[in-house]
């Protein structure tokens, strides 16, 4: 009796070949997949960061603005005023705190400008004596507000109210910076930041923009 044997002919090239194009098609996907997961999560993750630095920026510019004051024997709050830079004079203590319009606080200079990569801040106090003011520049502090490669926007009105009548009130021309003569006018002015990266240029922008009143303007108040 002759005994017959099964040959197992095991898988063809081809059977191989579209086994393997199958499982790439199947890696390329996965893969696909969780490279997106990893652009969300990295482009939430700036954007919420970036929103964060912006709106504590923000908040350190309005709260200096809002107790904005005219010193004794200056002509205006502001010092000077442009597009993308802005100085006052403002009711803040050493430590940055803001302080009421009757508070025994001498006021100080504040500075707002643009570097290049930094939004930033200089605060410098200022002395009395002989019935004037002084810079004590010694002891002038700037730090970075806000890391960009958007400069600030500000943004001048002659009027506290946003709008009269139903009328959005008009902005002051400031090209180039207001004149000296418009700088007592201004009682209003609106704050743009934008949080922006040039290593993340295809995440959008973080934006924040804020019309802050000049009560102490508005009330007359000096220091």
Partial sequence: MTATRRRDAGLSVVEVVVAAALGGLVIAATLAVFSGA?????AVSVRTSASADTRIAMEQVTRELRVATRP???LAALVSATPTTLSFYSLIDRSGTA???NADVSPSRI????????????????????????????HAVTRCLLRT??????TYYASGAISVNGVDTPALA???GLAASDLPLVQ??????TSSSATTTDIPAAQLRSRVTLTNVLL???S
């Fill in 38 to 42: 990893l652009r969300s999560v990295r």
């Fill in 72 to 74: 004794d024997g200056a």
């Fill in 99 to 101: 302080a009421g319009a």
């Fill in 111 to 138: 500075d707002y400008a643009y570097n290049g990569s930094c939004v930033t801040g200089t605060t410098t106090p200022m002395l009395a004596g002989n019935g004037s003011w002084t810079l004590d520049s010694v």
């Fill in 149 to 154: 490669t958007t400069a600030p926007v500000f």
């Fill in 174 to 176: 400031a090209v180039s």
């Fill in 188 to 193: 209003s002015i609106e704050v743009t930041l």
């Fill in 220 to 222: 007359g108040g000096g």
